[in-house]
């Protein structure tokens, strides 16, 4: 790593809180045993918020999926069956299954590459203009990041209405019904989500930019860089590590959208058409009570999200990156 | 790599410890009572209406009624919004403790509810009241589960054909007598008046389309031996769901903007002026009054198929029930019997224009009011139910039905192709209800 960035000291204080066994500890052979424990004794708070608010969930969900297990399991009128895989199999059976899950995975593959695509572009352009356009374009970016999804959604569905709204009539549309056609659903709810998701690509962006010592960017364009050129070769790899994070998240965050869909396509749209994993998995969990089939879905999700990462993690080690 | 080992050897040993440290099933309450209290405190749950003064008036004189009767014995009303009613219900069976002695319940619920090991059975009850054999038939059928009573309705809810007077003597048309002509006369009202849909129809609005399956001999699903299977398939019931899809189009409601449509927006589309005609509840009177086409419309019955029939309505309503959990049985179905009882179904009738569920109580109010009239010939012809199983809840949640109109109004699927998806989706729920 050639360049210190905001991502690599996270890294540190964990490789040296191993450390100090070896250097303070006394040679002696019970205190160095007791001493091995030191930083399990330090991690401890945090390891047990963790174990209650994370583990305990994730096991709870796992176990359910595994019986059967809906409203009248949870209120006494049966007794709580063991089903194995019996979840699974009926997921894996579901035509309709297969599908949600292309939706999503194409849904979100489309949002994640735009929201990228807006974030670095106008965090690039925050760096080229004047304070007061600068100050404008950050205060509506955190307007729409501030904004609830549930609020967003409203809004962007009332701009959008075929009756009453505002960018039909400016784009001459007439009556034209976004929410009706399954690939304008989509793009509706995708505009919703880059406009509620780019800012925090934008600003964190900005941040690293604004790391990046002004002598090499300076040497760049001295040697003629087009400022494509300059984020391509110079700006892009020196952010790499942010990048990382930032693509992270948004792939987490876009494959679980589950308000803007909810609320533009009321529910998942015509026929279901734009259903995605989460409001299929809501469905199926809280509308219909089969609590144990959206823990099924769940736990898929959970295992495909951590697949995306892990790989993605380790692709960026093949190429001898370290995060 | 490094990180990502540690964390997975972090996340093992995490998992480890929460096997051990935690309980290892989900939690699951008992919901039967300990006692039967003859005095304290009872708790009831009843829907906020719209406008709902009028309502609190009718129960706080049945609850003082209740309250003089049985001393010592207080009752605390807690009025819920329909729109979170399932999750607070929900949460009600899953904790005993914090839930209710009675509650008001939608009627489609009523099989789903008792399932779930909620509802108190009050056959017994049921059976010594006197009141009760005044009961119409499909209201009592409404609190029935494998011939056991849960309940006491509270009113029934019906829906018949409001048409605006104003246009049609502009068009000089005459009402509909017969389904074919409801639909020729709707596309012919949208022909002469592009802005004006014909009847409005919503692909989401379920208990609309029914009268319309039901006209056509169809019918939901068929019980027999106490399992049902999803008739929704059959010829007579495809017939059906064939009209009603057919008024979506440009001839009379556009799909692109009916489609999603569900019972209240049809029912504001007509408030607002914009239909000539539409499918509403008795309950809808209220909203159609606040809106611009006050004084210019009526309501007939449905026509079914032939000149002189009506389509077969969906029988809706609300009932009050005792919950299992209750520690106060009697006293709570005591004052089931006085808010459910002829005499508050008849101040609920002129408070709200809730419609009774006893014949004569209903008689009476017909010639009190008589925009009721329509809807209780309607009822009087022969009101429907769905089927009575636990999977309803299921189907209806999972919006099988308003995903099969949608299908084929979108021209996704064909009636036989939408429709018999439906009656497999419906088939799995009922096989999985048992």
Not at chain 1, 239 to 250: D, E, M, Y
Request: with cysteine.
């Amino acid at each position: 790593m050639a360049y210190k960035t905001a991502a690599e000291p996270a890294v540190a204080p964990a490789g040296t809180a191993a450390r100090p066994p070896d250097t303070t500890a006394p040679p002696a052979g019970p205190a160095r045993r007791s001493g091995a424990w030191t930083p399990w004794l330090y991690l401890a708070p945090a390891l047990v918020v963790l174990a209650g608010l994370l583990v305990h969930p994730i096991y709870q969900l796992g176990l359910i999926s595994f019986l059967e297990y809906t409203q009248a399991q949870v209120s006494g009128g049966e007794p709580t069956t063991f089903q194995g895989l019996g979840n699974y199999r009926t997921l894996f059976a579901d035509s309709q299954f297969w599908q949600v899950l292309l939706a999503t995975v194409l849904f979100a593959a489309a949002c994640v590459v735009s929201t990228l695509a807006v974030g670095c572009a106008l965090a690039v352009l925050l760096t080229r203009v004047r304070a007061l356009p600068r100050l404008a374009l950050m205060l509506a970016a955190l307007g729409a990041w501030a904004t609830p999804a549930i609020t967003g959604s409203t809004v962007w569905v009332f701009l959008f209405d075929p009756d009453y709204g505002p960018v039909n009539r400016m784009l001459g549309l007439g009556d034209f019904s976004w929410t009706y056609g399954r690939l304008s659903a989509f793009a509706l709810v995708l505009f919703e989500v880059v406009w509620c998701s780019f800012p925090f690509v934008m600003v964190t962006v900005y941040a690293g930019i604004k790391a990046i010592p002004g002598e090499v960017l300076e040497a760049a364009s001295l040697d003629g860089a087009s400022p494509w050129r300059i984020w391509r070769s110079v700006m892009a790899p020196i952010l790499r590590p942010i990048l990382v994070v930032v693509t992270i998240q948004s792939v987490i965050w876009d494959f679980k959208v589950f308000t803007q869909i909810y609320v533009m396509t009321n529910g998942g749209g015509i026929a279901g058409q734009n259903l995605v994993l989460n409001v299929y998995a809501y469905q199926k969990a809280f509308a219909s009570s089969q609590y144990s089939l959206g823990s099924a879905i769940g736990v898929v999700m959970l295992l495909i999200l951590l697949a995306v990462t892990l790989v993605y993690l380790r692709l960026l080690r093949r190429e001898g990156e370290e995060i | 790599m490094k990180l990502v080992s540690r964390i997975a050897a972090t996340a093992a040993a995490l998992a480890l410890a929460g096997l051990t440290a935690t309980a290892c099933a989900p939690q699951t309450s008992g919901n039967s009572a300990q006692q039967d209290d003859k005095s304290g405190t009872l708790r009831v749950w009843l829907f906020q209406e719209v406008h709902n003064k009028p309502k609190e008036q009718v129960v706080d004189a049945a609850v003082a009624a209740f309250e003089t009767a049985h001393k010592g014995a207080e009752v605390e009303i807690e009025y819920i919004p329909v729109e979170s009613r399932a999750q607070r219900i929900k949460a009600a069976f899953n904790d005993p403790k914090s839930a209710p002695d009675l509650i008001e319940y939608g009627n489609t619920d009523t099989a789903g509810y008792v399932k779930d090991g909620g509802l108190a059975d009050v056959t017994a009850e049921f059976g010594a009241w006197d009141e009760a054999k005044d009961t119409d038939p499909t209201a009592r059928q409404s609190v029935t589960v494998d011939g056991k009573v849960y309940g006491a309705p509270l009113f029934v809810g019906v829906r018949a054909l409001y048409y605006r007077t104003d246009v049609f003597k502009d068009l000089g048309i005459a009402v509909p007598r017969t389904q074919d002509e409801l639909i020729a006369t709707a596309k012919k009202i949208h022909k002469e008046k592009p802005d004006l849909y014909g009847l409005a129809v919503g692909g989401a609005y379920t208990y609309g389309a029914m009268p319309f399956i039901w006209a056509n001999g169809g019918e939901l699903a068929q019980e027999n031996g106490g399992s049902c299977e999803s008739a929704i398939d059959s010829a007579a019931a495809q017939k059906g769901i064939k009209a009603y899809t057919s008024l979506f189009g440009d001839d009379n409601c556009p799909a692109a903007k009916c489609a999603a449509m569900g019972g209240n927006a049809v029912i504001t589309a007509f408030a607002a002026g914009n239909a000539a005609m539409a499918i509403g509840g008795d309950f809808s009177h209220q909203a159609v009054e606040a809106g611009a086409v006050k004084g210019t419309y009526a309501v007939v019955p449905l026509p079914g198929l032939k000149a002189g029939e009506i389509a077969p309505a969906f029988a809706g309503g609300n009932n009050i029930g005792v919950l299992k959990s209750s520690s106060h049985r009697t006293l709570a179905v005591d004052l089931m019997k006085r808010l459910a009882g002829k005499e508050s179904q008849g101040k609920l009738f002129d408070a709200m224009g809730f419609l009774p569920t006893y014949t004569d109580v209903r008689a009476e109010a017909a010639k009190k009011q008589p925009f009721v009239a329509p809807f209780i010939r309607t009822l009087g012809a022969g009101a429907k139910f769905v089927p009575a199983s636990p999977a309803w809840g299921r189907i209806d949640a999972s919006l099988v039905l308003p995903t099969m109109f949608q299908e084929i109004i979108s021209g996704k699927k064909d009636v036989a192709a939408a429709s018999s998806d439906a009656a497999e989706k419906m088939d799995a729920a009922f096989t999985d209800a048992g």
